[in-house]
């Protein structure tokens, strides 16, 4: 069974300019996170789907952050304009059950933004 | 808003000592997971705890939910270096969910 599938694993990117991370959850799983890593804040809950549509976006910085899941197997996370504030590990992970069941985490798209 | 917290940040100990890490939350929980993320990888799902005053065994790992369900501990008995990495506690409370920010343990052989 594949994991969480995530792309880039790594990004370095300029100031302003557009970035889109991208996920494929675990097939089967209705959930779907985004999480932000950094030394300074831990790991930080961005937004949430369930059967593709956002539940809870409260964690998501500001515009500049969207997220998208268009199908059961495909979740983008776009930052435009990037800014080098937002360097570091997203995380994508996908559930059955939110709240009550394990997280699987992808291995992580690690943003360089200079 | 709940608030999930971890003691300590960081732990170094000697291979063969136990280590123990705290998670402490500001609401009664309805169940607690148990994360362990290894340098440069991803959190990996160790455990979760549902009921109150619950202890879980896992080999040399001893994971354990307070009886007011607002803290959990995970302890390591005879600590290898393949127990390096940050671990971390989730919290969650009505359907929300809150990660602490992690204890950090490094292993000197």
């Known amino acids: 069974d594949a994991g969480v599938i995530q792309s880039p694993r790594h990004e370095v990117t300029e100031m302003g300019q557009e970035v889109t991370l991208r996920c494929k959850p675990i097939?089967?799983?209705?959930?779907l996170f985004w999480y932000r890593q950094t030394m300074m804040r831990g790991l930080e809950l961005l937004i949430y789907?369930?059967?593709?549509?956002?539940?809870?976006d409260s964690g998501m910085p500001e515009d500049r952050f969207s997220a998208k899941m268009p199908n059961a197997s495909f979740s983008t996370l776009k930052i435009q304009p990037s800014e080098p504030r937002d360097s570091a590990v997203y995380f994508c992970?996908?559930?059955?059950?939110?709240?009550?069941?394990?997280?699987?985490f992808g291995e992580g798209s690690r943003l360089t933004v200079l | 808003g709940q608030q999930v917290m971890q003691i300590p940040q960081y732990q170094h100990v000697q291979e063969g000592e136990d280590f123990t890490t705290y998670c402490n939350s500001s609401?009664?929980?309805?169940?607690i997971q148990w994360y362990k993320q290894r340098p440069g990888g991803h959190p990996v799902f160790l455990i979760q705890?549902?009921?109150?005053?619950e202890v879980k065994k896992q080999k040399r790992l001893t994971f354990q939910f307070g009886e007011a369900k607002k803290n959990s501990s995970l302890h390591i008995t005879a600590t290898q270096t393949t127990d390096v990495g940050t671990y971390f506690c989730?919290?969650?409370?009505?359907?929300?969910?809150?990660f602490g920010d992690g204890t950090t343990l490094t292993v000197k052989p």
């Open positions: 989730e919290g969650t409370n009505a359907g929300k969910s809150t």
């Open positions: 992970a996908s559930s059955r059950i939110t709240g009550t069941g394990e997280l699987f």
């Open positions: 705890l549902v009921k109150s005053g």
């Open positions: 789907f369930n059967n593709n549509v956002p539940i809870d």
């Open positions: 097939s089967g799983h209705d959930y």
């Open positions: 609401t009664t929980l309805s169940n």
